[in-house]
């Protein structure tokens, strides 16, 4: 296992993702650093509610939005100039020193909300560089026949990960309060660093890397970059419409219904298990076919039809039925998240590909979760069934976009 931040070149080999060492210590140490930030947010909720009143803890969780959204499109900058592995291992080792500090901090007194506050701000200012990061770096670690079978894999990580994460965090703060919460969470964290840097990475040729010149001008190229693109421009487009459409009902939208219709906490919780396995059938299913043809037309056609299982969802009376709407959802978001997310890597040149994640990042973490405050608002003045059904068909638009570009409808994922 190498120690340096300069591996040696990646050789292309037609081994499969799913039976690559490279590949799986890269997906070694997502699934760790993503079981760390769950782990970390039910710490950070559970020290905020502590030290503070429910208003105020509000405002710290939310806190770390502010920076992710105001700079992420600066971090595609920095992780296409440094290279994503070596700002993906910097991310890691930055957010699990600040983890480790809080934890001893607690661990020693009760310094109220204000250490809390700066970590979620500090956590939320790592993040703009460690998503565009993340999303270059599977680009660098195996062929491009293999990106699908890659994307099928993270989601399988992403859903391990928030199956294992509340449970842990719940058993950290029951066993030692935040502070041991907290202390789980930066070693979760940490283990992902020794892994990251044994991943051996592809450098780019010369020839194929962006010019660079002032960061501004950097990332004015990415944009000019996208907004020229044949596939990549109304994908973001595709990607903005639906989750635009998707958020406020799977969220602030779910609550309320299983509220007004007597599900209850637990009622909710069956339809997000649903919703769950659903997404992680479709992330399976990905990971071992490792291609699905006519990529761009099966994205449309599943964004078209999960559209209208959401607005659906809304009329449901009851709660079988919905555990059983929500599982469609979930298979049909999966899939057409993940084609998007497929399509994202294969498309776009690699040396911009951290300023191509970045844009999509801060529709779908930063500005698309604004969303979820007017959602309530609106089922508050016009009922569940209206904001749902104008919700699909945000999120079907998407899907028109997509049928409607003869690039984006016709394009594939290579083999």
Same mark, same amino acid.
């Given at each position: 296992m190498t120690a340096t931040l300069t591996p040696p070149a990646l050789t292309t080999t037609d081994r499969p993702a799913h039976r690559d060492p490279n590949v799986l210590r890269w997906l070694g140490a997502y699934g760790s650093s993503m079981v760390g930030d769950s782990v970390y947010y039910i710490a950070l909720s559970w020290a905020a509610v502590q030290a503070g009143t429910p208003a105020q803890a509000g405002i710290v969780m939310s806190v770390s939005a502010l920076p992710r959204a105001v700079l992420m499109l600066g971090g595609g900058v920095i992780a296409d100039r440094l290279g994503p592995r070596r700002v993906v291992i910097g991310s890691d080792a930055a957010r699990c020193a600040a983890v480790l500090a809080v934890a001893a901090l607690l661990f020693l007194t009760s310094p109220g909300l204000w250490p809390l506050a700066l970590l979620a701000l500090v956590f939320g200012t790592v993040d703009a560089v460690f998503v565009p990061a993340v999303g270059a770096l599977p680009a660098r670690i195996t062929g491009k026949n293999q990106l699908a079978r890659v994307q099928g894999m993270r989601g399988l990580a992403i859903r391990f990960a928030n199956v294992v994460g509340a449970p842990l965090g719940g058993l950290g703060v029951a066993l030692g309060g935040a502070a041991a919460a907290f202390g789980l969470a930066g070693l979760l964290i940490a283990v992902s660093v020794p892994l990251l840097i044994g991943v051996r990475v592809r450098e780019l040729p010369a020839d194929d890397r962006a010019p660079t010149g002032t960061a501004r001008s950097d990332l004015a190229a990415g944009l000019r970059y996208i907004r020229g693109h044949r596939v990549l421009a109304p994908l973001m487009i595709v990607i903005a419409l639906g989750d635009l459409g998707f958020v406020g009902p799977l969220n602030v939208g779910l609550t309320l219904l299983a509220e007004r219709r007597g599900w209850g906490a637990s009622g909710m919780g069956w339809v997000l298990a649903g919703f769950g396995a659903g997404a992680g059938a479709a992330s399976l299913l990905l990971a071992a076919r490792g291609r699905l043809p006519r990529a761009g037309l099966v994205a449309a056609c599943t964004i078209?039809?999960?559209?209208?299982?959401?607005?659906?969802?809304?009329?449901?009376?009851?709660?079988?039925?919905?555990?059983?709407?929500?599982?469609?959802?979930?298979?049909? #978001?999966?899939?057409?998240?993940?084609?998007?997310?497929?399509?994202?890597?294969?498309?776009?040149?690699?040396?911009?590909?951290?300023?191509?994640?970045?844009?999509?990042?801060?529709?779908?973490?930063?500005?698309?979760?604004?969303?979820?405050?007017?959602?309530?608002?609106?089922?508050? #003045?016009?009922?569940?069934?209206?904001?749902?059904?104008?919700?699909?068909?945000?999120?079907?638009?998407?899907?028109?976009?997509?049928?409607?570009?003869?690039?984006?409808?016709?394009?594939?994922?290579?083999?």
């Open positions: 078209i039809t999960g559209s209208a299982a959401i607005g659906a969802l809304a009329f449901v009376p009851h709660l079988v039925g919905a555990v059983g709407i929500a599982l469609l959802i979930g298979l049909l #978001a999966g899939l057409s998240g993940a084609m998007c997310g497929a399509l994202l890597q294969t498309q776009a040149d690699p040396a911009y590909l951290g300023r191509v994640t970045a844009v999509s990042s801060l529709v779908s973490l930063g500005l698309t979760p604004l969303s979820m405050p007017f959602s309530a608002a609106a089922i508050g #003045a016009w009922g569940l069934g209206p904001v749902y059904t104008v919700s699909a068909a945000v999120c079907g638009l998407g899907g028109v976009v997509a049928l409607c570009v003869p690039d984006l409808r016709r394009a594939e994922l290579p083999r």
